[in-house]
């Protein structure tokens, strides 16, 4: 087994939390995950913002957040669609250097939060196993829950991104169940490719509105105003 190619994250800085995971990887960072089918449109935009929103709050202090995606029926090798490049260009982010991938078992295992496009693709994380249930979210869940987290509970940014991030992850799962969508659609993120560039647009907006949040989150710093 091999590890995801380190390329695809902000960057590898460490900071104070615990030495390894429960499979014996490093601790020095956080690892998200973002889930679609193909990789080349709904889970290319999402990395790629979440990097640069993280990116525009923390700079280098980000280092220790790593944001990768695959999909489910990845494109292995395949550029992101030109709508999507397009989207992240109009967002300001970076979508050079891009290239698809298909969803592996490694890709899971290093993954401390996984936030999928729709609840099809959580069923199918979660059906790979690997102690994925409680690290595993539609991203759309995933806002719905942060919201609800009091951020005076997380620890503060000062001990570290990673402790922080981790501490996350564990009051959303706590909540799940407690917290329901209030309606089948609210948690999806729906499928663009074939698309006019409009419509790509308005799941870009739906990508940033439903990340804001969790960066926010994540590091504490809310988004420049």
Same mark, same amino acid.
């Given at each position: 087994?091999?590890?995801?190619?380190?390329?695809?994250?902000?960057?590898?800085?460490?900071?104070?939390?615990?030495?390894?995971?429960?499979?014996?990887?490093?601790?020095?960072?956080?690892?998200?995950?973002?889930?679609?089918?193909?990789?080349?449109?709904?889970?290319?935009?999402?990395?790629?913002?979440?990097?640069?929103?993280?990116?525009?709050?923390?700079?280098?202090?980000?280092?220790?957040?790593?944001?990768?995606?695959?999909?489910?029926?990845?494109?292995?090798?395949?550029?992101?669609?030109?709508?999507?490049?397009?989207?992240?260009?109009?967002?300001?982010?970076? !979508?050079?250097?891009?290239?698809? $991938?298909?969803?592996? #078992? @490694?890709?899971?295992?290093?993954? *401390?939060? %996984?936030? +999928? &496009?729709?609840?099809?693709?959580?069923?199918?994380?979660?059906?790979?196993?690997?102690?994925?249930?409680?690290?595993?979210?539609?991203?759309?869940?995933?806002?719905?829950?942060?919201?609800?987290?009091?951020?005076?509970?997380?620890?503060?940014?000062?001990?570290?991104?990673?402790?922080?991030?981790?501490?996350?992850?564990?009051?959303?799962?706590?909540?799940?169940?407690?917290?329901?969508?209030?309606?089948?659609?609210?948690?999806?993120?729906?499928?663009?490719?074939? !698309?006019?560039?409009?419509?790509? $647009?308005?799941?870009? #907006? @739906?990508?940033?509105?439903?990340? *804001?949040? %969790?960066? +926010? &989150?994540?590091?504490?710093?809310?988004?420049?105003?």
């Amino acid at each position: 087994m091999t590890a995801p190619e380190a390329g695809r994250g902000i960057g590898g800085a460490g900071y104070g939390a615990e030495e390894t995971t429960t499979f014996g990887f490093p601790r020095d960072t956080f690892r998200i995950l973002h889930v679609s089918t193909g990789n080349v449109c709904r889970s290319p935009i999402t990395e790629r913002l979440t990097r640069h929103f993280v990116t525009e709050r923390l700079g280098v202090l980000g280092g220790g957040l790593v944001v990768e995606s695959a999909g489910t029926w990845g494109h292995e090798g395949a550029p992101m669609e030109s709508h999507a490049e397009t989207v992240l260009a109009e967002f300001g982010a970076d !979508a050079s250097g891009f290239v698809g $991938r298909e969803l592996l #078992d @490694e890709h899971v295992i290093m993954a *401390d939060l %996984v936030l +999928t &496009a729709t609840r099809d693709h959580r069923a199918q994380v979660i059906s790979m196993g690997h102690s994925a249930g409680l690290r595993t979210f539609t991203l759309k869940e995933f806002t719905r829950l942060v919201r609800a987290i009091d951020p005076a509970t997380l620890p503060p940014l000062e001990d570290g991104l990673v402790m922080r991030a981790r501490a996350l992850v564990r009051a959303a799962a706590a909540l799940r169940g407690w917290l329901l969508a209030p309606n089948a659609e609210a948690d999806e993120v729906y499928d663009p490719y074939g !698309a006019p560039l409009t419509f790509f $647009r308005s799941i870009g #907006d @739906e990508i940033r509105d439903a990340l *804001d949040p %969790v960066v +926010t &989150a994540l590091t504490g710093v809310p988004a420049r105003t």
